[in-house]
């Protein structure tokens, strides 16, 4: 379900498919748990060269979504 909310923040912010991509997202333990264990597999589906936790609330393009009553907030940019 990450990666399904991924990808549809980047077609959301107009990124190509093949865009490579840093993710930065705020989440509560339990999200931050599963995103931890399943990193690399989110990295690899989402072409993320970065997906980090953050406390920035300030980030451009930071994009809430509910995740089996869960709150994760994505900000993806293009990695150039």
Request: no cysteine.
């Amino acid at each position: 379900e990450i990666i399904n909310r991924i990808q549809k923040t980047r077609k959301d912010l107009k990124f190509n498919v093949s865009d490579r991509i840093n993710t930065s997202y705020i989440a509560d333990s339990k999200l931050e748990q599963v995103i931890d264990h399943f990193k690399k597999h989110i990295m690899q589906e989402t072409l993320s060269i970065n997906l980090s936790a953050t406390k920035d609330q300030s980030l451009e393009n930071l994009i809430e979504h509910e995740i089996e009553g869960h709150s994760i907030k994505l900000a993806l940019e293009k990695n150039e």
